[in-house]
Each structure stands twice: as structure tokens, then as C-alpha cells.
């Protein structure tokens, strides 16, 4: 149940996240820190996103809210037998992964069927 937030995306937030990140990537298996070529290997579907593809909502002094559309694909390779299923966002361009959160079906996955990517939400709070 690894999860990751990149020093961009803490950095500059919804913004840093909105311009850079280009692909929604399913991983076979994913421990936190793992580098952007350990995501790749693992990496067993993957869409392309826009900056489209990322709404912004939140009042003035309320929590910030991002959320994600809901894309589909098809697996480029299985997942194994007992896969760790996770989501990552990357900027292939830069080669760097804004962020991982878990999938929580871990569901087995064979090359050449479809994926489905569920619309995320992403909250950032006001301070306390």
C-alpha cells in the first residue's frame, strides 16, 4: 500500500501537476521511492493525459480538490500471479513520477485486456 507524492508536486502542487503529467500508468507492483525506471519495468498498462484531464474546485479558504478522468486501455503485459496493483502519474518528458496511490482490487491482469483507470480525487487542505 505504497504511496508517493514527488518534491514538484509538493512543491507546486495542482499547477506543477496539471502542466507535467502526460501518462496514468497501472503497476504490477510499486515500494515508496521507487525511481522512474523501477516504475517503468513495472508498469503493465498505461494512457495519456492532458491537462484537460485534471478539474481544479474549491472555495476560497476550503480544501483544494483535483480530480482525474476516468480512462481506458489496453494491458501491454500481465501482472502476475499476486500483483500490488497501483495507479502512478508521470511527465515522461522529464522522466519523473508525480505521484503513486494504491489500487485496491489487485485484481490479476492479462496482456491485451482492457483497463480501466476510475476517476481519482486528490484534496489539499487548508492548514490548521
Request: aromatic share 8%; hydrophobic share 40%; no cysteine.
Amino acid at each position: 500500500m505504497a504511496k508517493y507524492a514527488s518534491p514538484e508536486f509538493l512543491d507546486g502542487g495542482f499547477t506543477a501537476f496539471k502542466a507535467n503529467v502526460n501518462q496514468m500508468v497501472l503497476l504490477k507492483a510499486y515500494a515508496a521511492g521507487d525511481n522512474y525506471a523501477t516504475v517503468n519495468g513495472n508498469a503493465i498498462a498505461s494512457v495519456s493525459v492532458a491537462t484537460g484531464d485534471f478539474a481544479l474546485s474549491g472555495a476560497d479558504a476550503a480544501p483544494r480538490v483535483m480530480t482525474t478522468t476516468a480512462k481506458s486501455t489496453t494491458a501491454s503485459a500481465n501482472s502476475g500471479a499476486s500483483p500490488d496493483l497501483h495507479i502512478a502519474f508521470r511527465d515522461t518528458v522529464n522522466s519523473k513520477v508525480y505521484m503513486v496511490t494504491d489500487e485496491t482490487s489487485n485484481q490479476v491482469v492479462t496482456s491485451g485486456n482492457t483497463v480501466n483507470f476510475p476517476s481519482l480525487t486528490y484534496t489539499s487542505g487548508q492548514p490548521t
